[in-house]
């Protein structure tokens, strides 16, 4: 899979998990996975390495 790609099914599941969390009434975690999918885009991929 691409990184792109990667990166959009990563965003997609952990959105998934919020709405759960949501109707759970947890929403310090709805906050957690919403903070995650939206950093999906800048989280370098492994072939980027670290510098």
């Known amino acids: 899979m691409a990184t792109t790609e ?3 099914a990563t965003s ?3 959105l998934e ?4 969390e949501y ?3 947890d929403v310090l ?3 957690e ?3 995650g ?3 999906q885009p800048f989280v370098p991929s492994p072939s980027q390495g670290e510098g």
């Open 6 to 8: 990667c990166h959009i």
């Open 12 to 14: 997609r599941s952990l």
């Open 17 to 20: 998990q919020a709405e759960r």
């Open 23 to 25: 109707r759970a009434g």
């Open 29 to 31: 975690q709805v906050s």
């Open 33 to 35: 996975k919403g903070w």
């Open 37 to 39: 999918a939206a950093a």
